[in-house]
Each structure stands twice: as C-alpha cells, then as structure tokens.
C-alpha cells in the first residue's frame, strides 16, 4: 500500500490533545511515567489501519504523551488525531544513502533525539529492520516487538511476543498489544486538521462542486491489485448517471492509470485531480465524498478512517487480512474466491483475478454502500 507524496513538507509540532476522553477507560497494567512511541512508518495504507492500536495506548495511559513515529510523507495522515502529542518524522528518502556524510550526521542525531526523548514505552509495528532499530534507539525500559519479526527487528524489543490475532493484519497489532498487559480499543477513526478540510471546500467551489461527489481511485502500486482501466472508465459513467461528481484521484507516480481510466464524460462531471493534491487535501477529498471506490490501496483505509461509503476491489490481496477494517461487507472479489486461495500481491499473473469481476457486481456493491450511509 505504498504511496508517493513527494515534496510533501514535512513537520514535527506538539498537537493539542483534544478529545483525549473519548479514550479513558480501565488500565490493565501500571502506567509508564514517561513517553509512549508508536512505530509504525509505512506504508500509507498501514498507517491508516494502525489507529486502533493509537487509540488503544490512549485509553491505557490517558495521562502519558504519546508519540507516533512515522515516514515524513505520511505525517499529514496521524497529526490531526487527538490521541497524538507529536509526530516524530523518519525521512526516508533523505536516508536511502546512509553512508553519505549529510544522511549520517542526521541519523546520530535522530538516534540521540529518540534516546533523550524519554520514552518509557515503545511499540514497533512495522517489524523491520529499520524499526527495530529505531525501538532500540529510544532507550524505553520497556520496548514491545514480535519475537518473529522480519530482518532481526526482533532484537530492538525486550519484550517479545508471538505473533497471533490473525487473518486480519490489524487485529494482529492489536493481539500485540495485549500479550502486553494493553486492553484494545477498536477505534479506526481518523482524524482531519480543520484547515484542510477549509482548503479543500474552497477547490470544490472553484471546480465546481457544489453537491455530492465520488472519488474513484483506480490505481495501485502493484499490478495484481489493478481493476481494468476500461471497467473504470465504465463505472465512472454510470456514477455520473447518478447525479454525481467523479473526482479521480492517486499519488504523483500515478498519473497514468489515472488517466486511462478517465471517462469519457464532460470534464464538469469528471475530474481528474492524480498528482495534485498534498496529502491533507487528499485525506480532505475522502472525507467529504458520498462514497469511495478503490482498489486494495491508501484510499479504501482512509475512507474507511473517516467513515465513508466505501467499496473495495480485492483479487490478488486477502480481504480477510488486509481487507477495510471491520468492514467485509464493503468488499467485492472475484466470484468463487475461497479463503484458501493464494494471494501474492507481488504476482502479476494474480492480475487476472481482477478481470473477473465486472463492473455491475461493483455497481450493485456501490448502491448497497450508498444505501448504508456513512457510519459516523
């Protein structure tokens, strides 16, 4: 579910933690007297479906700053949320070559941050190397990781645990943080600076959007994940027929498949806005539509986040596992996909899986959802 925003700006601000008591509830465990760290830097779509665990450690230690450790193009997605005391950027991009001097000076000086810091509690989601070497830098008494996390990760925790909760990769997260004394709050919301959401009604009045609108997010990374662009190009004509605005959306990487799967509608009744807006705006544009139709990608968890109408495509990926979040009725796969099958999102040849579903199995989902309503 990786995404490219680049030359978004970065930040790393304290937040006022407003709404902390939506997330008070009985603690499990001795409250730490420090800092709490989440770590969990990619990818965009994990991100969103990790704020159940954020809610979770909120409601633990209400009292406890809690710190989110995330990639710097992904910033804008977490520091609207209540429960978050500041962000703590990881920028990727500027570190791919460590060894350059400039890259190298950043990183000690980023590892001397986390150290002082003083985190008492740190969690590592993402179980790579590179987070398991961020939990390390903390220096937290108390560092939780899996005990079979990937490229020896493991070694950054000094609490390890066996990883269980599944299919579903955020009951997974959240399964960890109860082998940890930490009771789960199943709370996806995610939340939206109110300047973005202002910025984004001033583009809708200059483009003309004054009702209801769609977002369609035709594009993925992966091959495998790609409905047709022609089936796109078709729902999107039927949406229009509903009455309402098709706002086309996808990162700066992705201008291509947006734009083969552009309808051939008037441009007043299809926009094509891939590559144009900042992350905030984005997550803005999700937050106002009437429904959200996206392959397995960022769009479909932040839709979700947000409480929209939402459907989503799946084929090559496992809805059970990395499906919209307590959310499987808003999913359509391919007729008589079995839990049992395969699923390698790396697989190209998977791509044929998304043929098999048509564009009125997809039409049919859409007016279940629309007929939903938001859920908050």
């Known amino acids: 579910m990786e995404s490219d925003w680049g030359g978004l700006a970065s930040v790393n601000v304290a937040l006022p933690r407003r709404g902390v008591a939506d ?3 009985g603690i499990r465990m001795a409250p730490p007297t420090g800092r709490i760290l989440l770590i969990k830097p990619s990818a965009l779509g994990d991100v969103c479906r990790s704020m159940p665990v954020l809610a979770s450690l909120k409601a633990a230690f209400p009292d406890c700053p809690v710190d989110w450790l995330v990639q710097d193009d992904f910033t804008a997605i977490v520091q609207g949320h209540p429960a978050v005391d500041r962000v703590v950027d990881f920028p990727r991009r500027a570190w ?25 509690l740190a969690v590592d989601l993402q179980g790579l190397f590179r987070s398991g070497i961020f939990l390390r830098f903390t220096q937290a008494s108390r560092r939780v990781g899996w005990s079979d996390a ?4 493991w070694l950054g ?3 390890r645990h066996t990883r269980r909760g599944g299919p579903d990769a955020t009951e997974v997260m959240l399964a960890l943080l109860e082998d940890a004394g930490i009771a789960p709050i199943r709370d996806a919301r995610i939340f939206l600076p109110v300047a973005a959401a202002d910025v984004w009604r001033l583009r809708c009045a200059q483009m003309g959007i004054k009702n209801t ?24 004509q039927r949406v229009a027929a509903l009455g309402m605005k098709v706002v ?5 990487s992705e201008r291509e498949q947006v734009r083969a799967a552009m309808p051939t509608l008037p441009q007043d009744d299809a926009i094509d806005l891939c590559g144009m807006l900042p992350l905030q705006e984005w997550m803005a ?6 429904i959200v139709v996206a392959n397995d990608s960022a769009a479909l968890h932040a839709a979700v986040g947000f409480g929209r109408s939402a459907v989503g495509i799946y084929g090559a990926t496992d809805p059970a596992s990395v499906g919209p979040y307590q959310r499987a009725e808003s999913v359509v796969a391919p007729p008589g996909m079995a839990p ?4 390698a999102y790396r697989d190209d040849r998977l791509a044929q899986r998304m043929h098999l579903i048509s564009v009125d199995a997809v039409e049919k989902k859409l007016h279940q959802e629309l007929q939903r309503g938001a859920r908050w």
């Open 23 to 25: 997330y008070t509830v």
């Open 96 to 120: 791919r070559r460590w060894w350059l001097p400039q890259a190298a000076k950043q990183i000690i000086a980023f590892r001397k941050m986390l150290g002082e810091s003083g985190y008492t």
């Open 150 to 153: 990937r490229e020896f990760a």
């Open 157 to 159: 925790a000094n609490q």
């Open 213 to 236: 609108y769609a977002v369609l997010a035709p594009t993925s990374r992966w091959i495998s994940k790609r409905w047709p662009a022609d089936r796109w190009r078709l729902l999107a």
């Open 248 to 252: 086309m959306v996808g990162a700066p």
């Open 285 to 290: 544009a999700l937050q106002g539509a009437a």
């Open 340 to 343: 049992r099958d395969a699923h």
